[in-house]
């Protein structure tokens, strides 16, 4: 299983991105990815998560209203639109897949790919 992220850059407080996770090696309907980031200083987070079609995803507080998880199957792709982007959205950003599709902990994702940075500047 292998996950590569891509979509960060440097953006304006107020602006949108949409990153994709590429995912190979696996079949989406099986496994949960969720988005992680990590800020200077601080410790990984997560962001939001997709499941199983059935199952529930799921938005940090911080993102809440502001993020949607979406997912290509056919494309082996996961989406995180961000938008309204603020400067404390600064992070790098990762993107990881759980053994079963159900949203979890993070230390319960297997597979973690490169991260991708995300910058908001004032």
């Known amino acids: 299983v292998q996950l590569q992220a891509s979509g960060g850059g440097l953006v304006q407080a107020g602006d949108s991105l949409r990153l994709s996770c590429a995912a190979s090696g696996l079949t989406l309907d099986y496994y949960a990815i969720g988005w992680f980031r990590q800020a200077p200083g601080k410790g990984r987070e997560a962001v939001a998560c997709t499941g199983s079609a059935r199952s529930a995803v799921y938005y940090a507080d911080p993102v809440k209203g502001r993020a949607t998880i979406s997912k290509d199957n056919a494309k082996k792709t996961v989406y995180l639109q961000m938008n309204d982007l603020k400067i404390e959205d600064t992070a790098v950003y990762y993107c990881?897949?759980?053994?079963?599709?159900?949203?979890?902990?993070?230390?319960?994702?297997?597979?973690w790919g490169r991260g991708t940075q995300v910058t908001v500047s004032s």
């Open positions: 990881a897949a759980k053994d079963d599709p159900f949203c979890g902990y993070e230390r319960e994702y297997t597979y």
